[in-house]
């Protein structure tokens, strides 16, 4: 499903956000995702919104986003599902209201049990804007700019398919840290505090905050606590290895890095923008309930 409809003009609303054209894109690997996404379409539609819909993937949709012909994207999916949206989505300040399809649901806000009574909530401006720090991560090879990445959860540094631990020389604010020698160092934000930084034994970070946290992956007589950075400071790591060392933000495919080479991670300029119809005490009144779901099971995408 791919139908791109001209979006009509969006009425000014000062002060609070009254969606009148929305996006709708699903997840094409989540099982079930598009018959999903066309009910979803058709109760949007029943209360007069304008709304197109198609496939994360879809490339007539993701740059019609980027041209901000939408008030808001409506994502369905897992957690995995919301951090490729956001990647779309925070540059050009769209919000997104997640639909969890997936095992979690650490960032989506309904489930497909009770969306059809939470959605007319929208027409009526009645939910409110979780702003969520993103990083922006740069890649340096022989000093020379190599990539750039908008990250939502982390931005990992470490091993390879070697089994030998990497040295990471750390720096805060220009200033020494220390060498980590270890599988990998993460640089995360409050959003990524509940996904591998928690595997790793790092702490669990309230959402608005925007502190960059630190988590050794399997320290090797190096620091082996997690260290919460001050707001608005800066780290780098260089690689100190002559074996294979990796980059991987959010998850993505990695990117090899050579000896020398040196990562930038800071506060990025942009945020990501949740709809929230919940108070704003449920990250806590649900932290326990996602704790406890059997990780073995389900899907995440």
């Not at 992956?217 to 260089?238: F, M, N, Q, Y």
């Not at 980059?247 to 990025?268: F, N």
Request: aromatic residues 6%; negative net charge.
């Amino acid at each position: 499903m791919s139908a791109i409809d001209k979006p009509a003009p969006s009425p000014a609303v000062p002060g609070k956000l009254i969606p009148t054209r929305l996006a709708v894109m699903y997840h094409p690997q989540v099982p079930n995702a598009a018959q999903y996404t066309e009910l979803v379409v058709t109760s949007l539609k029943a209360q007069g919104l304008s709304v197109s819909a198609g496939s994360l993937y879809d490339n007539v949709l993701r740059e019609a986003i980027r041209q901000h012909q939408y008030d808001l994207l409506v994502a369905l999916g897992g957690d995995g599902t919301m951090l490729r949206a956001g990647h779309l989505c925070a540059p050009h300040n769209v919000p997104i209201l997640g639909i969890n399809l997936g095992r979690f649901g650490f960032l989506t806000e309904i489930n497909m049990s009770d969306w059809e009574q939470v959605l007319p909530r929208l027409t009526s401006g009645d939910f409110w804007l979780e702003s969520r720090m993103m990083l922006q991560t740069e890649h340096y090879h022989a000093d020379q700019l190599s990539g750039t990445w908008e990250v939502l959860n982390e931005t990992f540094v470490g091993r390879g398919e070697s089994v030998r631990q990497v040295h990471l020389v750390t720096y805060v604010d220009g200033r020494l840290l220390t060498t980590y020698v270890a599988d990998g160092l993460i640089a995360s934000t409050p959003t990524g505090s509940t996904a591998y930084a928690m595997a790793a034994g790092g702490p669990i970070l309230p959402p608005d905050l925007r502190n960059i946290l630190l988590v050794a992956v399997a320290p090797h007589l190096s620091i082996d606590r997690a260290i919460v950075l001050s707001e608005g400071a800066s780290v780098s790591i260089r690689v100190d290895a002559d074996h294979q060392a990796i980059l991987s933000v959010d998850g993505q495919p990695p990117v090899e890095l050579g000896e020398g080479d040196h990562i930038d991670v800071r506060a990025s300029d942009h945020t990501c923008n949740f709809i929230r119809f919940q108070d704003p005490g449920y990250f806590y009144r649900n932290l326990t309930p996602h704790m406890n779901q059997n990780p073995i099971t389900g899907i995440n995408r």
